[in-house]
């Protein structure tokens, strides 16, 4: 899963604000390289980050969502917002990858009244104040649990079970030592055999492990990358599409016979 961030942060090196032709090339690129899905946001959750209105959020997602349409891979929405996810579904997005996993009001019934597919993610608090203080006696074990509860949700408001996707959230509410857990012990993570997504490209556990800035994480994440794919991983949001398929190609060629 190919990310193609349509905020205005410059903090990862690919901001590309009301830019519709920046984002359009970028989307490209990302197929190009590779990518077998692209996830496309325009709302930042980085932590800290304050909420975008719905207007803002679609007159930045919608051009591109148009312009994309027939690209030749299925676009992902990353939005939390009802009314959002809704204006995606009728722009030809054929997946909502929420952070908030469908717990905003309105979000069950925008995801059940499609056919689409939806990443349940697991976040502690909120991005505004999700980094001041998280807390869990037991991480995997409590994101395992709302993970279970999240698909539950989903399946009672009649999304059926094979639209699911689950994801830990790395870097949600979490600390390093939480990160660190639950790459761990992703193996362990899996709900009801539903595919696990996972992002943890550029993010700041590696900024941490490694003392580098967020330009100089490449070789970071692609080693988490790989280790998040060996440990049942099935889709990867990265930003480097091409290099963590070379690594994937290279764990597949010498995988034993
Ligand atoms: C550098 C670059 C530093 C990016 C931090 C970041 C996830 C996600 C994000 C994730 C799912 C991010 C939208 C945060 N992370 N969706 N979204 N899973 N499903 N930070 O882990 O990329 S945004």
Redesign the pocket.
């Known amino acids: 899963m190919g990310?193609v961030?349509l905020t205005p942060d410059s903090?990862?090196g690919?901001g590309l604000a009301g830019d519709t032709a920046k984002a359009i090339a970028h989307a490209h690129r990302q197929i190009e390289a590779g990518a077998d899905l692209l996830?496309i946001?325009a709302e930042?959750?980085?932590p800290g980050a304050f909420p975008t209105s719905i207007e803002e959020e679609l007159w930045r997602l919608i051009p591109v969502l148009e312009e994309l349409a027939g690209c030749g891979v299925p676009l992902s929405v990353?939005s939390y917002k009802p009314e959002v996810m809704r204006a995606a579904l009728r722009h030809g997005a054929s997946m909502i990858?929420?952070?908030y996993a469908l717990r905003m009001p309105g979000a069950l019934a925008a995801v059940a009244d499609s056919d689409c597919a939806v990443?349940l993610?697991h976040m502690q608090g909120e991005p505004l104040t999700m980094q001041k203080q998280p807390y869990y006696t037991d991480v995997v074990a409590e994101v395992q649990a709302f993970l279970r509860n999240r698909l539950a949700m989903a399946r009672a408001a009649g999304i059926a079970s094979e639209r699911l996707?689950i994801?830990?959230?790395?870097?949600?509410g979490k600390t390093l030592n939480h990160n660190l857990e639950l790459l761990r012990h992703l193996d362990e993570l899996s709900v009801e055999g539903r595919p696990l997504?996972?992002?943890?490209?550029?993010?700041?556990m590696l900024?941490t492990v490694t003392a580098r800035p967020?330009e100089d994480?490449l070789a970071a994440s692609i080693a988490a990358a790989l280790l998040a794919a060996q440990r049942g991983a099935s889709i990867l949001?990265v930003?480097d599409v091409a290099q963590t398929r070379d690594a994937l190609a290279i764990w597949h060629a010498a995988a034993p016979q």
């Not at 997504?197 to 700041?204: C, D, E, W």
């Open positions: 990310i961030n903090f990862s690919d996830d946001g930042s959750s980085r990353d990858n929420d952070i990443c993610m996707l994801d830990p959230g790395f870097g949600f997504l996972v992002g943890i490209s550029r993010k700041s900024g967020v994480r949001r930003h």
